[in-house]
């Protein structure tokens, strides 16, 4: 072998120790699960790790997860997509330049902080300004049921909003920036307006990208710890049920990060919180494979790859 | 008619406008990106119902100059244009005329076909109708299977008009593309090299599609191909390095060139 | 007529709506800044940078043991993370055109977007598990995770900006490709290269959830590599907690530390290259 095989060969096994990183996780978070796994873990409500009475049912996490990611992306994905639509389509140069830099910003704090300004500041904006008055005049519905508090599932969820917005604008811009320009000239050849520019020629042709900026949003809310833990209230079994969005609930995340010093390493509760970490795992994954091959698949285009 | 321009309603096509033998009258038109001037004052008039080539050399402003008649130049966030372009006698550069409006009556085809990709065929040919407000699904038919046959495309795609616009040849896709823009019945149509993308029978075939469109519309081209020019052009202007050295009859231009430049060009000397 | 005046309305109301979106992402940003200011001030003393925390209840005492943790927890990442990035970065860029590569790739995209929790679990696992106990290295391994993707990205990227030209030149003068990949296309391309490893630092730096399982937090300064280890987002979130004024002061407090490094880890990485090797983190 020339020495240029021998260091070929050796990046290459280096690049590989992420790969089997991942496939470690799985065995690894699997093994250690094993003995919770079973439907009445996943359907279950009930969660009571005193010895003797155990019982770990992780749905009232599951649904807790899917109702914040929910509201994060009902709310932080169209606000993500105006800002992309502003910075690809209608900001002058250095304003992009400056926007971006911004943005790139608040993807840069600390989830811990954005829990602690959700704890001591988010979290009165949210009770004030949005659960009281829909608590005085649509508590009929029964999700706006509830004394407003500001610590729970609709704070995590708006916190979560907040923190897609760089991940979901920065990639959907990039994806209306790659759609090429003809598209643009086509609709505006045939006396469109700026806006419907936008609308026939950038935003139909770039939809399965912004589709895949999206999930990735999704993805990261999902998997999203600290300022969840923080500002969601933290509710155990039953309780924890997201019925009402002015209630406390839990994450599969938080639920972890409250829960995994206090475990009792001789009952199952660990074991129990890892299987909470596994299916968290094959959440993400499935997940981040969809979000990457839309958003790869439209960059491709721009690439000239695929026509 | 002044109020035709500055607002969008009237329906006038070419047709009504006989008597009038200038559609598009170019005055002292200079076109920059940066500070790199593109256009020098360029003075030309076009021809209603008639087909005027602009040939010359690659880089000499050709796509500028027709990019100029429907006020798409301006989008290039350097460009800078001065001069006027009437349009029927209105300036589309005069401050109360709305660039959106000049482009609904100023048609423009592209070299490189851009259906709107993810658009049925039936949606690319109305999305400049539904643009204006026509929602009506019979009128809808109506208009796009008329646009349709005026591009010579109604019997190639009539059985799959719901399959999507980025399916179809290459030259199929370009008179698409003359189909949409033929829809929203446009008064002039700019063609930029609409057939040097294409294989030479699906040109062709585009060809003696331009021609036949002369009749309704004023159609001003841009080819780099001179047999072309001088198989579908009326008119035939000549540009070179930005400026405009001669303008004529087709048959003049070929046959008898006064300036030694479009002698030079024609000949392949150069270009 | 009236429905070409509606058009228009509507593009000028689009165009209003896009700008009020920007305005709501940019808010959070500057009441979070305002806030972590404004509040973590008054914490900062020479007690604050000098001791660790006192009993709880009791105001007083610092975050030193706090950023000192963060700072080794930073040190042992970056030396388990950083080379192993720049190869695997080298590797994609120069010899990553195949199944292996673009699998390779695939994991990388994925481990950046992934829950930072479960990491920490799988830490936990294969490390604090065996030795018997927390471990500032269960922690580096988990935050090395992190980390070695963000670099592959931006050392596959920036060697990618490296023309060809280059390459060839110094092969033909007869210089091995293993030479030329290190000493001319990896040093042409380090200001990226440097750019990503901020990056990455500065993300990492701000991870709490995987620290939990793995270094756990503590009050005490570094005693060594099989024990418990404090980190300042730890302390923020623990302070965080606690039912006291002070102790939201001082969470304030180490919050702005914690964010002054960040962002100027963030900012100056943005600088160094003027935007030549942008990558989402
Ligand atoms: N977006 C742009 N920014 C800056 N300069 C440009 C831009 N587009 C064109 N140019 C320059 O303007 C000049 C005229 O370009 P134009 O596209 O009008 O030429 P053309 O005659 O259509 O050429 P071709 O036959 O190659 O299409 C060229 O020198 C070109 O380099
Ligand atoms: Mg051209």
């Given at each position: 072998?020339?020495?240029?095989?021998?260091?070929?060969?050796?990046?290459?096994?280096?690049?590989?120790?992420?790969?089997?990183?991942?496939?470690?996780?799985?065995?690894?978070?699997?093994?250690?699960?094993?003995?919770?796994?079973?439907?009445?873990?996943?359907?279950?409500?009930?969660?009571?790790?005193?010895?003797?009475?155990?019982?770990?049912?992780?749905?009232?996490?599951?649904?807790?997860?899917?109702?914040?990611?929910?509201?994060?992306?009902?709310?932080?994905?169209p606000i993500s997509l105006g800002i992309a639509i502003y910075l690809s389509e209608m900001a002058?140069?250095?304003i992009r330049?400056?926007l971006?830099?911004?943005?790139?910003?608040?993807?840069?704090?600390?989830?811990?902080?954005?829990?602690?300004?959700?704890?001591?500041?988010?979290?009165?904006?949210?009770?004030?300004?949005?659960?009281?008055?829909?608590?005085?005049?649509?508590?009929?519905?029964?999700?706006?049921?509830?004394?407003?508090?500001?610590?729970?599932?609709?704070?995590?969820?708006?916190?979560?909003?907040?923190?897609?917005i760089?991940?979901?604008s920065?990639?959907s811009r990039?994806?209306l920036?790659?759609?090429?320009?003809?598209?643009?000239?086509?609709?505006?050849?045939?006396?469109?307006?700026k806006w419907?520019?936008i609308r026939?020629?950038v935003l139909?042709?770039?939809?399965?990208?912004?589709?895949?900026?999206?999930?990735?949003?999704?993805?990261?809310?999902?998997?999203?710890?600290?300022?969840?833990?923080?500002?969601?209230?933290?509710?155990?079994?039953?309780?924890?049920?997201?019925?009402?969005?002015?209630?406390?609930?839990?994450?599969?995340?938080?639920?972890?990060?409250?829960?995994?010093?206090?475990?009792?390493?001789?009952?199952?509760?660990?074991?129990?919180?890892?299987?909470?970490?596994?299916?968290?795992?094959?959440?993400?994954?499935?997940?981040?494979?969809?979000?990457?091959?839309?958003?790869?698949?439209?960059?491709?285009?721009?690439?000239?790859?695929?026509? | 008619?002044?109020?035709?321009?500055?607002?969008?309603?009237?329906?006038?096509?070419?047709?009504?406008?006989?008597?009038?033998?200038?559609?598009?009258?170019?005055?002292?038109?200079?076109?920059?990106?940066?500070?790199?001037?593109?256009?020098?004052?360029?003075?030309?008039?076009?021809?209603?119902?008639?087909?005027?080539?602009?040939?010359?050399?690659?880089?000499?402003?050709?796509?500028?100059?027709?990019?100029?008649?429907?006020?798409?130049?301006?989008?290039?966030?350097?460009?800078?244009?001065?001069?006027?372009?009437?349009?029927?006698?209105?300036?589309?550069?005069?401050?109360?005329?709305?660039?959106?409006?000049?482009?609904?009556?100023?048609?423009?085809?592209?070299?490189?076909?851009?259906?709107?990709?993810?658009?049925?065929?039936?949606?690319?040919?109305?999305?400049?109708?539904?643009?204006?407000?026509?929602?009506?699904?019979?009128?809808?038919?109506?208009?796009?299977?008329?646009?349709?046959?005026?591009?010579?495309?109604?019997?190639?795609?009539?059985?799959?008009?719901?399959?999507?616009?980025?399916?179809?040849?290459?030259?199929?896709?370009?008179?698409?593309?003359?189909?949409?823009?033929?829809?929203?019945?446009?008064?002039?149509?700019?063609?930029?090299?609409?057939?040097?993308?294409?294989?030479?029978?699906?040109?062709?075939?585009?060809?003696?599609?331009?021609?036949?469109?002369?009749?309704?519309?004023?159609?001003?081209?841009?080819?780099?191909?001179?047999?072309?020019?001088?198989?579908?052009?009326?008119?035939?202007?000549?540009?070179?390095?930005?400026?405009?050295?001669?303008?004529?009859?087709?048959?003049?231009?070929?046959?008898?060139?006064?300036?030694?430049?479009?002698?030079?060009?024609?000949?392949?000397?150069?270009? | 007529?009236?429905?070409?005046?509606?058009?228009?309305?509507k593009d000028k109301i689009v165009y209003a709506v896009c700008l009020i979106c920007v305005i709501i992402a940019i808010?959070?940003?500057?009441?979070?800044?305002?806030?972590?200011?404004?509040?973590?001030?008054?914490?900062?003393?020479?007690?604050?940078?000098?001791?660790?925390?006192?009993?709880?209840?009791?105001?007083?005492?610092?975050?030193?043991?706090?950023?000192?943790?963060?700072?080794?927890?930073?040190?042992?990442?970056?030396?388990?993370?950083?080379?192993?990035?720049?190869?695997?970065?080298?590797?994609?860029?120069?010899?990553?055109?195949?199944?292996?590569?673009?699998?390779?790739?695939?994991?990388?995209?994925?481990?950046?977007?992934?829950?930072?929790?479960?990491?920490?679990?799988?830490?936990?696992?294969?490390?604090?598990?065996?030795?018997?106990?927390?471990?500032?290295?269960?922690?580096?391994?988990?935050?090395?995770?992190?980390?070695?993707?963000?670099?592959?990205?931006?050392?596959?990227?920036?060697?990618?900006?490296?023309?060809?030209?280059?390459?060839?030149?110094?092969?033909?003068?007869?210089?091995?490709?293993?030479?030329?990949?290190?000493?001319?296309?990896?040093?042409?391309?380090?200001?990226?290269?440097?750019?990503?490893?901020?990056?990455?630092?500065?993300?990492?730096?701000?991870?709490?959830?995987?620290?939990?399982?793995?270094?756990?937090?503590?009050?005490?300064?570094?005693?060594?590599?099989?024990?418990?280890?404090?980190?300042?987002?730890?302390?923020?979130?623990?302070?965080?907690?606690?039912?006291?004024?002070?102790?939201?002061?001082?969470?304030?407090?180490?919050?702005?530390?914690?964010?002054?490094?960040?962002?100027?880890?963030?900012?100056?990485?943005?600088?160094?290259?003027?935007?030549?090797?942008?990558?989402?983190?």
């Amino acid at each position: 072998m020339s020495p240029d095989d021998v260091f070929k060969y050796i990046l290459g096994f280096i690049s590989g120790i992420v790969v089997l990183t991942l496939f470690l996780m799985v065995l690894e978070l699997f093994r250690y699960s094993l003995p919770v796994l079973s439907l009445k873990f996943i359907f279950g409500i009930n969660w009571n790790p005193v010895v003797g009475s155990e019982e770990y049912g992780i749905l009232p996490y599951i649904l807790g997860t899917l109702v914040t990611s929910a509201i994060a992306i009902f709310v932080g994905v169209p606000i993500s997509l105006g800002i992309a639509i502003y910075l690809s389509e209608m900001a002058p140069n250095f304003i992009r330049t400056i926007l971006s830099f911004v943005i790139e910003l608040l993807a840069a704090v600390p989830s811990v902080i954005y829990g602690l300004w959700g704890l001591f500041i988010f979290r009165f904006w949210v009770r004030d300004f949005i659960e009281v008055p829909l608590s005085k005049h649509l508590a009929f519905i029964p999700i706006f049921q509830g004394e407003p508090f500001g610590l729970d599932i609709l704070t995590a969820g708006l916190i979560l909003a907040i923190m897609i917005i760089p991940t979901v604008s920065s990639v959907s811009r990039e994806v209306l920036m790659a759609v090429p320009d003809s598209q643009r000239e086509a609709a505006y050849s045939l006396g469109a307006t700026k806006w419907e520019v936008i609308r026939l020629g950038v935003l139909s042709y770039a939809k399965s990208g912004i589709v895949g900026a999206a999930i990735l949003g999704l993805g990261r809310a999902i998997g999203e710890t600290m300022a969840v833990t923080m500002v969601i209230g933290n509710a155990i079994g039953p309780a924890a049920l997201p019925t009402s969005l002015f209630k406390a609930g839990q994450t599969m995340a938080s639920l972890i990060a409250n829960e995994f010093n206090e475990a009792d390493p001789t009952s199952l509760h660990p074991n129990a919180l890892i299987g909470v970490g596994l299916i968290l795992f094959v959440l993400a994954l499935t997940i981040n494979l969809l979000a990457q091959l839309l958003i790869w698949r439209i960059l491709k285009i721009k690439e000239g790859a695929v026509e | 008619m002044d109020n035709e321009l500055i607002s969008l309603g009237s329906k006038a096509g070419s047709q009504q406008k006989y008597g009038r033998t200038y559609k598009i009258e170019i005055e002292n038109l200079s076109a920059w990106f940066g500070t790199k001037q593109v256009l020098k004052d360029i003075n030309m008039k076009i021809r209603a119902n008639a087909i005027t080539a602009i040939i010359g050399p690659s880089g000499c402003g050709k796509s500028t100059l027709i990019r100029c008649l429907n006020r798409m130049h301006e989008l290039v966030p350097s460009a800078k244009v001065s001069g006027k372009v009437f349009l029927d006698g209105i300036d589309i550069y005069s401050k109360n005329v709305d660039p959106v409006v000049v482009r609904r009556k100023v048609g423009m085809v592209f070299q490189k076909p851009n259906p709107f990709p993810t658009m049925s065929i039936y949606d690319n040919v109305a999305a400049g109708l539904k643009l204006n407000g026509i929602r009506d699904r019979k009128v809808l038919d109506k208009l796009v299977r008329r646009s349709l046959e005026q591009a010579w495309l109604w019997d190639e795609v009539k059985d799959d008009l719901d399959k999507p616009g980025s399916s179809l040849s290459g030259g199929q896709q370009q008179r698409l593309c003359i189909a949409r823009a033929l829809a929203v019945e446009p008064e002039v149509l700019l063609l930029d090299e609409p057939t040097s993308a294409l294989d030479p029978i699906a040109a062709s075939k585009i060809e003696q599609l331009i021609v036949s469109l002369k009749r309704d519309y004023t159609i001003v081209i841009v080819t780099h191909n001179m047999q072309q020019a001088a198989r579908v052009a009326d008119y035939t202007a000549f540009l070179y390095l930005g400026k405009l050295i001669e303008y004529d009859e087709t048959s003049r231009i070929f046959s008898n060139p006064k300036e030694e430049l479009t002698e030079n060009y024609i000949a392949g000397r150069f270009g | 007529m009236q429905k070409y005046l509606i058009r228009k309305i509507k593009d000028k109301i689009v165009y209003a709506v896009c700008l009020i979106c920007v305005i709501i992402a940019i808010i959070p940003l500057g009441s979070i800044l305002f806030e972590v200011i404004k509040n973590g001030l008054p914490a900062l003393n020479s007690d604050f940078f000098t001791k660790g925390p006192g009993p709880i209840g009791e105001s007083g005492g610092g975050i030193a043991n706090s950023i000192q943790g963060t700072l080794i927890l930073i040190g042992l990442t970056s030396l388990i993370g950083i080379p192993i990035g720049i190869m695997s970065g080298i590797y994609l860029a120069e010899h990553g055109n195949n199944q292996f590569g673009r699998i390779v790739r695939l994991t990388n995209n994925v481990l950046m977007q992934f829950p930072s929790i479960v990491i920490g679990i799988f830490a936990y696992l294969v490390i604090v598990l065996p030795i018997g106990s927390f471990s500032p290295l269960a922690g580096a391994i988990a935050l090395a995770i992190i980390m070695v993707p963000i670099i592959t990205r931006t050392t596959e990227e920036s060697l990618k900006l490296v023309p060809n030209t280059l390459r060839e030149a110094s092969m033909a003068l007869g210089i091995r490709r293993w030479r030329t990949t290190v000493s001319i296309v990896l040093v042409s391309a380090k200001s990226g290269v440097i750019t990503g490893i901020m990056l990455s630092i500065a993300r990492v730096a701000g991870e709490t959830a995987p620290l939990i399982m793995t270094i756990l937090g503590s009050q005490w300064f570094f005693s060594g590599l099989t024990e418990p280890m404090d980190a300042l987002t730890l302390r923020i979130w623990r302070l965080s907690l606690l039912p006291y004024e002070y102790a939201h002061t001082m969470g304030w407090g180490a919050a702005l530390v914690l964010i002054i490094l960040v962002l100027s880890l963030n900012v100056s990485a943005r600088i160094l290259t003027r935007s030549r090797y942008r990558v989402k983190v």
